[in-house]
């Protein structure tokens, strides 16, 4: 897995572009730089290239350095449910879910996404938070943030939970985050150190700070009655409680939205920042801190190898990889070129080898005998080899002809011409002598084929044969073929 | 100047660089081919002879057991002389009085490039010298092979046969 040295988060909160990039280091953070955007007409595209990133389509050099880039999304659009599950697999989690999604929520299936979360399983139970989105307003943003090739896509709010825990003195309790913009609140509802459930409320900084005591007092009461009604919304049943963390850059507004909830009945309380492990270049204040609460919670996430996001942009955005420098001996260029030296190596070898080898051998031949030698021992093995093949032995077949008679039989001719049977005739005393005598000729080696004719002389009783029989090969029309 | 060079002019180039080099690669290599298909042709002859020549021990032995001497072919006349000689010793040595041998051209011969010569034998004799006749016929180094053999037997004359064979040689 790849080591990241650094994490560059850009948000749009409260119309204004932010980034930050953050360094981790030695287990604490520093912030490198800080840089926002209150122009109105800037886009994600401009603030990106005000951030230093590469936004040119065939640029790859942030995917190659060691920082990464990641952009967060604004939650506003964002519905947020809470279920419970019995423990099943992941496929049946996402079954479930998908079908709650589908009979819960106004729109088709396949114009939303839908991102899902298990908590720890509890009672047999499992809890599950699910982040549901307009399909079309994510392809819108990642329309927007493709440009500087962000490596994720974090929700804000998510960053608002991590920045809390880190650098707002966060605990794993069950407890409600408040992020207070200048025109909106996030609230989040945090379980086991994790976002389960989320409302942007459209109560900001700006609408407790007008002078006119009457509107305060208006929007202090609309405040507490939509936190309670975004409590309820959450399933808090002990709402009076439940700790509400209220982000705070320490200035008096927050310590009068405190109050304010603590007089309809909350527990409420502010978050200072506490920048215990956190360094920056240049001396950051708490106001700092707080403006730039979201990419820094973002970027924190982005460095956090553990953290399990709600990626809602899973099938609509994948981000372009580092490309891991691979050995150059895996380069199919390198291959190639070596496969081809070698192949030219091995022609120039046949080709040396079959220039070379002939002559070598004439040389070695002409030092031992001359051409003419040569020639001539080629055509005298050659005639040893025929004669060979039409010398008969005629010695071994006048002992197998001996040989395979038993007493009495009296031999008085023996014929052999090539390309013919061998022909013997004689005189045997009885036909069981002329019969076995046949069948010791038949089963000799180099004899086949036995046919024999016979007569009784009715004086002597004694019977004449002629018997003939294929010896070897010989008893064929031609010699040539070999033995 | 490369860097004046458009893309095209350095795609034209690099065509132009190919295209050289499998020109040269085509002359060099044609003429390369042509000594390396004769250098094999000389190869094959080669390997062929030797092989001819270089047999094994045992296969060796074989053929020394069936002709254990041999001697080139002579031009026809001198074949037939020094054939006809030699046979007409083995006969004698092995006390075989035969009549006069007649020799005849033969069938077509078994190995191109030389004529195949037969010579005929009648005699009468005892078995027992037909047997030495033909355990030393094969030291004859002018012999191909006995083409035909007729031995017949006279009961009444014990042990005396009438003998008829036809030998064979190669000539030039």
Request: with cysteine; aromatic share 8%.
């Amino acid at each position: 897995m790849r080591m990241w040295q650094s994490a560059v988060a850009i948000v749009n909160d409260d119309n204004e572009f932010k980034g930050v990039e953050l360094r981790k280091q030695d287990g604490s953070f520093e912030i490198l730089w800080t840089r926002s955007s209150e122009d109105a007409d800037a886009d994600w595209r401009g603030f990106a290239a005000e951030c230093d990133l590469s936004v040119e389509p065939t640029a790859l050099e942030e995917a190659d350095s060691d920082r990464m880039v990641v952009a967060g999304f604004n939650t506003a659009g964002t519905i947020f449910h809470r279920t419970t599950v019995p423990a099943v697999g992941d496929k049946e989690i996402e079954s479930i879910i998908q079908l709650q999604a589908e009979t819960r929520l106004p729109l088709p299936p396949e114009q939303i996404e839908l991102a899902w979360r298990a908590d720890q399983l509890r009672d047999g139970q499992m809890g599950v938070t699910i982040a549901v989105a307009r399909k079309e307003q994510l392809q819108k943003f990642v329309g927007n943030v493709r440009c500087f090739k962000p490596i994720k896509i974090l929700l804000n709010c998510e960053g608002i939970v991590k920045i809390w825990e880190v650098f707002f003195s966060g605990n794993k309790e069950k407890a409600v985050v408040l992020s207070t913009g200048s025109r909106n609140t996030h609230v989040c509802l945090v379980e086991e150190g994790r976002l389960s459930n989320a409302v942007v409320l459209d109560i900001g900084i700006e609408d407790f700070s007008t002078n006119v005591m009457d509107e305060q007092t208006e929007t202090t009461e609309r405040f507490a009655q939509d936190m309670r009604s975004v409590l309820d919304l959450f399933g808090c049943s002990n709402q009076e409680e439940l700790p509400v963390f209220v982000l705070s850059d320490g200035s008096s507004s927050f310590v009068s939205i405190v109050s304010s909830l603590r007089l309809a009945g909350l527990n409420a309380r502010v978050a200072a920042p506490n920048l215990k492990g956190l360094m920056a270049k240049n001396e950051l204040s708490d106001e700092d801190i707080y403006q730039y609460r979201t990419p820094i919670g973002l970027a924190l996430m982005a460095l956090d190898e553990g953290t399990n996001e709600l990626n809602i942009f899973e099938r609509l955005y994948n981000p372009v990889q580092k490309v891991v420098k691979r050995h150059w001996l895996y380069s199919p260029k390198v291959t190639v070129a070596i496969a081809s030296i070698m192949l030219a190596l091995l022609a120039i070898v046949s080709y040396a080898v079959d220039i070379t080898g002939p002559s070598s051998i004439e040389k070695r031949l002409e030092a031992s005998v001359s051409d003419v030698d040569m020639n001539l021992l080629v055509k005298r093995q050659q005639l040893i080899k025929t004669v060979t093949r039409e010398r008969p032995d005629l010695l071994d077949l006048l002992k197998v002809v001996n040989e395979s008679g038993e007493r009495g039989i009296s031999l008085t001719s023996l014929s052999f011409k090539k390309g013919q049977p061998v022909s013997i005739s004689g005189e045997v005393s009885s036909n069981d002598q002329l019969s076995r005598y046949e069948k010791n000729l038949q089963n000799a080696k180099g004899i086949e084929k036995v046919n024999c004719t016979a007569n009784t002389n009715a004086k002597s009783r004694k019977i004449t044969f002629t018997m003939t029989f294929d010896y070897k090969n010989f008893g064929r029309k031609t010699t040539k073929s070999k033995r | 100047m490369i860097e004046k060079l458009s893309k095209k002019d350095i795609r034209a180039l690099k065509f132009g660089v190919i295209g050289a080099a499998a020109i040269i690669l085509f002359v060099f290599g044609s003429a390369g081919h042509k000594r390396w298909t004769k250098a094999k042709a000389n190869g094959a002859v080669l390997r062929t002879k030797l092989d001819a020549i270089d047999v094994d021990k045992a296969r060796q032995a074989g053929l020394m057991s069936i002709v254990p001497v041999f001697e080139m072919p002579q031009v026809e006349e001198e074949q037939k002389f020094l054939f006809r000689d030699k046979l007409s010793e083995q006969l004698k040595r092995a006390g075989i009085r035969n009549k006069p041998l007649q020799v005849q051209p033969g069938r077509k011969s078994p190995q191109s490039g030389y004529k195949f010569l037969l010579v005929k034998c009648n005699a009468t004799c005892q078995f027992m010298q037909v047997l030495d006749f033909l355990a030393r016929l094969n030291e004859n180094p002018y012999l191909v092979g006995i083409e035909e053999l007729k031995i017949k037997c006279d009961p009444k004359k014990q042990g005396e046969v009438e003998l008829d064979f036809t030998v064979s040689t190669f000539a030039l």
